[in-house]
């Protein structure tokens, strides 16, 4: 009883973040209801979307939400993020991306980010999505990491638009059975798959970097969710993981487990523990 006790009114006098979600698709839409069911220390007070917002929350370019959120998380498309990230790096608030992809495709985020002054420069968070282990690859790296490949495997409706997709005149509908689609290294990864590979995107940043990463993606009729196998070899150790997603019924691209990476970065902010 005086443990409750004591942990109400530690929150009673908690001060409260402000949160704002850039892009309310699926994934910042998961987001939005979870800091609204309630995440200790948060509230949800503004977000950007030009599709219209969610009901009762103020909807407000990314000029505003940089100034009037001390946390910002992007759900945008990745060729959506260049201005908002400009926006929060120089308001110097947080700021928590999932597409981590966009820092492939476009350098000039971590330019700007590295150009702030030290002292008072906040940190990308990149939450780990889609993936596992990530953990293991960052202590991996410590000790010098020799390879890291990731081989994703989705329903080929999963791809439908991608860049390299209609670049190279695929016809998803005529795939019947298990096809790679694309071999090559992250960067290029990001540019022919963007809504695709932010798992990719997320491996190398946590390990030798997005020219190292090999990457290979497969479509699979037969595949009932998102499938991405990890395998990162040093020279003391091998780490290899596998994880199978149900995609996102609203967005068949993404899987479920991306939104509750970010809402596990979320309660980790205010949490007396945390496990990394």
């Known amino acids: 009883m005086r443990n409750n006790e004591g942990h109400k009114a530690m929150t009673n006098n908690q001060a409260i973040k402000t949160v704002g979600i850039a892009g309310t698709g699926a994934i910042g839409?998961?987001?939005?209801?979870?800091?609204?069911?309630?995440?200790?220390?948060?509230?949800?007070?503004?977000?950007?979307?030009?599709?219209?917002?969610?009901?009762?929350?103020?909807?407000?370019?990314?000029?505003?939400?940089?100034?009037?959120?001390d946390i910002i998380i992007e759900c945008l498309p990745p060729k959506a993020v260049p201005p908002l990230a400009e926006r929060v790096i120089k308001a110097q608030?947080?700021?928590?991306?999932?597409?981590?992809?966009?820092?492939?495709?476009?350098?000039?985020?971590?330019?700007?980010?590295?150009?702030?002054p030290e002292n008072t420069r906040k940190p990308i968070i990149v939450p780990s999505g889609a993936l596992a282990g990530i953990d293991?690859?960052?202590?991996?790296?410590?000790?010098?990491?020799?390879?890291?490949?990731?081989?994703?495997?989705?329903?080929?409706?999963?791809?439908?638009?991608?860049?390299?997709?209609?670049?190279?005149?695929?016809?998803?509908?005529?795939?019947?059975?298990?096809?790679?689609?694309?071999?090559?290294?992250?960067?290029?990864?990001?540019?022919?798959?963007?809504?695709?590979?932010?798992?990719?995107?997320?491996l190398s940043l946590a390990g030798i970097g997005a020219e190292k990463t090999q990457v290979e993606i497969w479509a699979d009729p037969e595949a009932k969710g998102n499938a991405h196998e990890i395998t990162v070899e040093g020279q003391y150790s091998k780490l290899t993981s596998k994880i199978e997603n149900m995609?996102?019924?609203?967005?068949?691209?993404?899987?479920?487990?991306?939104?509750?990476?970010?809402?596990?970065?979320?309660?980790?902010?205010?949490?007396?523990?945390?496990?990394?």
């Open 29 to 69: 839409t998961a987001v939005a209801k979870a800091i609204i069911k309630g995440i200790n220390g948060l509230k949800l007070t503004h977000v950007s979307d030009l599709n219209g917002g969610l009901d009762g929350i103020p909807n407000v370019s990314f000029d505003e939400l940089a100034e009037n959120c």
């Open 93 to 116: 608030k947080e700021f928590i991306m999932i597409s981590g992809c966009a820092l492939l495709m476009f350098p000039e985020i971590l330019e700007l980010q590295h150009s702030m």
């Open 136 to 202: 293991g690859i960052k202590a991996l790296k410590e000790l010098g990491i020799i390879s890291s490949k990731i081989a994703s495997t989705k329903p080929p409706v999963g791809f439908k638009g991608a860049p390299h997709i209609v670049k190279n005149n695929i016809d998803l509908t005529k795939i019947n059975q298990k096809t790679k689609l694309f071999s090559g290294n992250a960067i290029e990864a990001a540019q022919g798959f963007p809504a695709n590979v932010n798992v990719a995107a997320t």
């Open 247 to 276: 995609p996102d019924p609203a967005n068949p691209k993404s899987s479920m487990l991306a939104a509750q990476s970010i809402v596990s970065v979320l309660k980790d902010i205010n949490n007396s523990v945390i496990v990394l």
